[in-house]
């Protein structure tokens, strides 16, 4: 018998985290499109520029559209997915930097970034 979950149970949704679609942007394989492109498309969606500008799309090289055939290189636009998908690794979140207030009745007894609390105060 294979355990599925830590004890034996069955898998627990925050195991894995928010489902992500399967959508290029959110691919490990695919690079985006320069911030200039993304900067001037945006400004004419919106209306601020009236010069035509074509979607900005990122690429690929390892693009696969049916099981069996081989890869290929391609500019894809951000909602575009293939079968070759590979979800990013999620961001490392980053600790401490937090403002600490350390209080003794109603006097403040110490403040400063978390990482710098006292060992007094710990």
Known sequence: ??????????????DEGPPVPR?????????????????????FRIGISRR???R?????????MAQGKPLAFSATTDTFGCLNF???????ITRGRGFVTIYDGDRIVWQGHEEDIPEEHL
Request: hydrophobic share 25%; glycine share 8%.
């Open 86 to 92: 590979l979800a990013k690794p999620p961001v490392p």
């Open 23 to 43: 959508y290029c942007k959110y691919c490990r394989h695919w690079s985006p499109p320069s911030d200039h492109e993304v900067s001037a498309y945006e400004a």
């Open 1 to 14: 018998m294979t355990s599925i979950g830590h004890n034996g149970g069955p898998k627990l949704e925050d």
């Open 56 to 64: 900005p799309s990122g690429s690929c090289d390892r693009v696969l």
């Open 52 to 54: 035509r500008v074509k």
